[in-house]
DNA sequence: AGTAAGCAATTGCTCAATCAAGCAACTATG
DNA sequence: CATAGTTGCTTGATTGAGCAATTGCTTACT
C-alpha cells in the first residue's frame, strides 16, 4: 500500500536517497580528479581548458565574451577573469568585435591551440578512467537526456 | 570495424560525449537551482544545510570535525569555518571531546534542529524538482551504484 | 619519565568565483 | 537628432573554498 503522507512531507524512497546521496559524492569527486590529472600532466586547470576547448571548436577560434561564458558555465566576471589568466600566458588574445565596438572577442592563438593539443589526450584519458568507465553497459543515450532534462533548469 | 586509433587518441564516441557534456551541465545547474531554492525559502545555503542534516542523523546529534567534514565532503579547514557560521547564528555549538582532548564535537543545538526541520519541506521539494524528476522510469538503484563507482575515486 | 612522532582542529594566506556597480557604446522613441 | 534606456564588458568588494603552517594534546618508544 501507498505511503499515505502527501509528498511534501514524504521522505525519499531508499533507491531515491541512495541515489541523491551518490550524486552529491560524483559532483564532488569527479571534477576534483579529472582537473587533478591535468594540472598534474600538463598544468592547464578544469576551467581554462573548458575556455581553450570551446574557443577551438568556435568558426574562426574566437568568441565573443558573454557567448564563451555561457558555454562554460561561468558568469561573465568569471569569465573576464579566465581570459585575463590566459591572456597573459599568451594562450589568447582579444579583439575589438568589428560589428558592436562594445564586444570583444576572445581569440584562440597558435600557442593557446598547440596548448591544448597537448593537454587534450590527458583530459580525455581522465575523462575515460575519472568518468565513462563506470557507465559502461548502461544506455547512455537515455541517460544523457534524463542530464539534460536536469540540467535544463526548467 | 572499429577506429583503428589506440585509445588515447581516438576522439569520444558521440553518446559519450553527448553524457560528458550534460554531465558539465547537471553538476552546474543542479546544486545551484536546489541552493537558490533553498535560500529563497528559508536562508539556508546548501553547505550549511548538509552539515546540519548530518549532524541530526548521527547519535547524540554530534559528530567529531573531521567525521563531519568528510560527510560534507569539505576539508577539515572549511567545515571549521562553516561551523562557526552556524554557531554564530546559534544552530550548532562546539563542546570539548571527553575522550581526547584534541578533538572538538560539533552539536547540534535546539534551534539548530527546528531550523532543519522548517528547511527540509523545501529541500525536499527542490531535490525531487530538480534532480530525481527527470529521472523517473530508470533503474535508480544501478544508475546509483554507477555513481558511487564513478565517485570512489579510485 | 622523557622525548619524539603523530593527530585534531584552527588560523593565515591565496585563489577563483559571484554580485553589484560602473563605463562605454548601441538602439529606439519622441 | 537628442536623450532615455539597454547591452557588453570590466572592476571592486566579498565570499567560500583549499593548502600550508601552527597549536595543543596523545601515543609510542627507549
Given at each position: ?10 521522505p525519499?524512497?531508499?533507491?531515491e536517497?541512495?541515489?541523491v546521496?551518490a ?6 569527486v569527479?571534477p ?5 590529472d ?17 574557443l ?6 574566437r ?14 566576471s568569471?569569465?573576464?577573469r579566465?581570459?585575463?589568466r ?7 588574445k ?5 560589428e ?8 584562440l ?10 593537454s ?34 526548467d
Open positions: 500500500m501507498p505511503d499515505p503522507r502527501p509528498e511534501a512531507l514524504r525519499l524512497e531508499p533507491d536517497e541512495a541515489l546521496r550524486l552529491g559524492q560524483v559532483m564532488y569527479v576534483r580528479t579529472i582537473d587533478a591535468m594540472v598534474g600532466d600538463r598544468q592547464l586547470p578544469l576551467t581554462e581548458y573548458t575556455a581553450l576547448m570551446n577551438s571548436e568556435a568558426p574562426d577560434r568568441m565573443r565574451m558573454h557567448e564563451l561564458a555561457t558555454a562554460c558555465y561561468l558568469s561573465l568569471g569569465m573576464t579566465t581570459i585575463i590566459l591572456e597573459s600566458q599568451g594562450l589568447v582579444r579583439e575589438r568585435c568589428e558592436d565596438a562594445r564586444g570583444w572577442n576572445a581569440v592563438t597558435d600557442a593557446g591551440f598547440a596548448r591544448l593539443q597537448e587534450w589526450p590527458s583530459h580525455l584519458a581522465a575523462v575515460r578512467r575519472r568518468f565513462l568507465r563506470h557507465f559502461e553497459g548502461l544506455d547512455l543515450t537515455e541517460l544523457a537526456r534524463a542530464f539534460r532534462r536536469a540540467g535544463a533548469a
